[in-house]
C-alpha cells in the first residue's frame, strides 16, 4: 500500500455564511475502529459526506490506499470499497428485510451471454444465490428470524442492525457508521457493540460517529475529536476523554 490507509487532509467545507469543515486532518488505520467524536454541528457528517462523495470540498482531499476520492462520485468510491450509513436509517420501509439486504449485494458485471435459453434457469440460480448471501448476512447480525418481515415492522435497534447488515452486503472493507448506537435500548446497544467488534475482529475498519464516551473506549482504536469543522486532536481513546480541555468543549458546550 502507497502511503497510509485513509487519509483527510486539509479539508474546508463552507455552506452559505458557515464554515463546516475549517482545514480538517486526520487519518484512518486498516482494521482499527476510529471514533469520530464532537458536538452537535461540529461536522462530523459533514466528514462522511466529503468522504463519501456526497458534498465536494472547497478545499482539502481524501485520499483512499494511495488514490485521490475527492473529485470521483459516490459510486464509484463505493466501488472502491467504502461505505456509509446515514444518520436517518434511509431504509426501504415497505421492502422486506432480506430484499433491503439483497439490493445491496453487488451485481455481477461479467454476466457471459449464455444461450439464450438457459437464461431463465441462469437468472433463477443467481436469484437464489444472492437470497443465501443475504440470509447468511442476516444470520450474522441476528436479523434471520425477521427475514419475511416489512422492515416498516422492525424495532429501531432492528432497524440499526438492517443498516450495518446491508454494508456488510456491499462488501466494503471500510465501514461509516453515523452515530449507530443513538437511541438503542441497552439491550440493542450490545448486540450492535458486538456486532461492531466481530466484524472489525474478521478484518473490517471503521470510522463510527459516536457520542456516548463509555461507548467509545468500548470501540475505539483511536478517537478524532472534531470543533468547529476541526480536528483538534486524534488519539488513544484513553487520553481523549481524560483531556480537561476536550471536556469542557464537549459537555460545556452543546450538550
Ligand atoms: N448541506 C448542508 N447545507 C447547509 N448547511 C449544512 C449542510 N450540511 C451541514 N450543514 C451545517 O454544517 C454544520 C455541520 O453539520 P454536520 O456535519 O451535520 O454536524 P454533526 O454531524 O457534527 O452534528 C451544521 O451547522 C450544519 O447545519
Ligand atoms: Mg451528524
Known sequence: MSGPYLDVTGVSKRFGGLQALDDCSFAIEPGQITCLVGPNGAGKTSVFNVIT????????????RGQVLTRMGSRRIVGLGICRSFQNLRLFADLSVLDNVTVYLPSRTDENPFRPILRPIRTEIER??????????????????????AVRNLSYGEQKLLCVARLMASGAELLLLDEPTSGLSAQALEAMIALVLRLKAAGRTFLVVEHNTRIVQRLADSVVFLHQGHVLAQGEPAAIVADPKLGEIYFGGAL
Open 53 to 64: 462523495g456526497f458534498i465536494r470540498p472547497d478545499a482539502g482531499q481524501v485520499r483512499f
Open 128 to 149: 437464489k444465490r444472492r437470497m443465501a448471501a443475504a440470509m447468511s448476512i442476516l444470520e450474522e447480525v441476528g436479523l434471520a428470524h425477521r427475514a419475511r418481515d
